[in-house]
Structures are given as C-alpha cells and as structure tokens.
C-alpha cells in the first residue's frame, strides 16, 4: 500500500469489503504492507493512484453500495488527505482499530518487521493483507527489493497456521493470461501452501474497476460462517452494480 493510492476506486472496493467483514462479529485488523514509492517508480507508474474521477459524479454508480463510505473518501480526496492514517481519522472504517503502518523492512530486517506486526495484531480474528501486488511469485526473490510489494510465503504460513488468523490478500492481476486462470492458481497455491482440503475455505472476490484485482479469503474453520455471512451480504450489496463477484470454482466464472 501507497499513501497515493488513498481513495481510488480500488480503494473504494477494499474499505468496502473492510467494512462488512467488520460487522461479523469477528475483530478486523489491517496490515498496510506499507512503502513509500521510489523516485523512478513515481515517474514509470505516473498513472497510479489516480482513479478518483468517479468520486466526483459517482462515474460507475457504486455510492449506493455504502453512501456513507462513498461520501468520507470523496471527502479525504477533496481535502488532499492522501494518507493512510487519514483513514482512521477520518473514521472511514468505524468499526476497526487495529492498523498496522510501519514501513516494510527489507532483507533481514523483514523478519522483525513482520513479527511486529504480529504483535500489534494479536487480538484480531481476521488480518488483511494490502501488499502492492499479492502473494509473492517464484521470479521473486523474498530478500530482493522487489519483495517490498509482496506478502511472503512464510508470512502467509505463520498468519493462517501459526497465529490461526483468517486471512485477507489483495492481488493483483498480471497483465498476461485470463484472469480466470490467474485466480484459479492463486487459490491452488494458498491451498498447497497451507495444507487445506476443505475448499469452501478459500474463495476469492474480483472487481474489474478501476484496475483488475481480487481479494483472496482464507478462513479458519471456525470463522468460516460468519465469514460466509459477510461475503453473502457483500453480494447482495452488489446486486446490479460490478462492484464485487464471487469466483465460482465450479463453473470457473466470475459472478458480477
């Protein structure tokens, strides 16, 4: 996550998913997976962060998915309060107070930086994860620069083994292949990674708006009702609009 990404329309899908798995009943806690943007990545990704268009006219017709949602973001964009302390402060998720914001450390400071983490999110059933790009692949090297963008492996085995957490993971679609085939790896690599044969523990939420992107959820069998509650609820929500679709393993579509 970026402080310029603040109040995008990804943003909007993501507080919007935030806010509803908040009303479960289970406590929420954010990982930011927070970095700060390197000169030349502001001048190759000049584009990035910049979808707030639809906040002034409502461009695609999602305020009535959460008017109040809607309204603060347009509020923190107007004011240029493009921070994600702002978020908090601004009471954009009134139901969450657990947030975890230091810079990711690199190489082996990460560890330290993770294990912090942890701690600050202790109390928490459920922790999402906002990496700038996913779950790290195998081109990446975990002690490289470039894994500053990534939820590692073994950060993902101590969330959802370890610590017993449900876990949240926003992914970004590459630009090649279906994004389909995309999802349906991604959840046969969380599945292999963390040993689980109950499908119905991964599902995975797309939203083509904006920039293509899903939300991976890996829940502990325990949560896994009231985490049904919140994804049913989310739907319906939707009904109409694109905001957000299940991905049907079954039929290997997207339900927008």
């Not at 999802?183 to 292999?192: A, C, M």
Request: proline letters at 3%; one cysteine or more.
């Amino acid at each position: 996550m970026q402080n310029r990404y603040v109040g995008d329309i990804g943003d909007f899908t993501k507080y919007f998913l935030l806010k509803q798995l908040a009303l479960s009943g289970l406590k929420v806690g954010v990982n930011w997976y927070f970095v700060e943007p390197t000169n030349k990545e502001l001048k190759s990704n000049s584009g990035d962060g910049k979808h707030t268009d639809y906040l002034i006219a409502d461009k695609y017709n999602i305020r009535s998915a959460d008017p109040a949602l809607f309204d603060k973001l347009r509020t923190l964009v107007v004011k240029g309060n493009r921070d994600i302390n702002s978020i908090a402060e601004f009471g954009v998720l009134p139901h969450i107070n657990n947030f975890y914001a230091e810079p990711i450390a690199l190489n082996i400071a990460r560890d330290s930086w993770f294990k912090n983490s942890l701690a600050s999110l202790k109390a928490c059933d459920v922790v999402f994860n906002d990496p700038d790009n996913g779950i790290i692949p195998k081109s990446v090297s975990p002690v490289s620069s470039n894994a500053k963008k990534y939820l590692l492996l073994d950060e993902l085995q101590e969330l959802y083994s370890t610590a017993k957490k449900t876990v949240v993971i926003y992914q970004h679609t590459a630009r090649t292949g279906k994004v389909e085939q995309q999802i349906l790896s991604k959840i046969s690599e969380v599945e292999e990674l963390l040993s689980i044969q109950n499908k119905n523990l991964v599902q995975v939420l797309y939203t083509g708006l904006g920039t293509s992107r899903f939300y991976i959820v890996v829940k502990q069998p325990s949560h896994s009702a009231q985490i049904d509650s919140s994804l049913n609820s989310i739907l319906e929500k939707c009904t109409g609009l694109r905001l957000l679709g299940l991905f049907n393993r079954n039929s290997n579509e997207i339900e927008l």
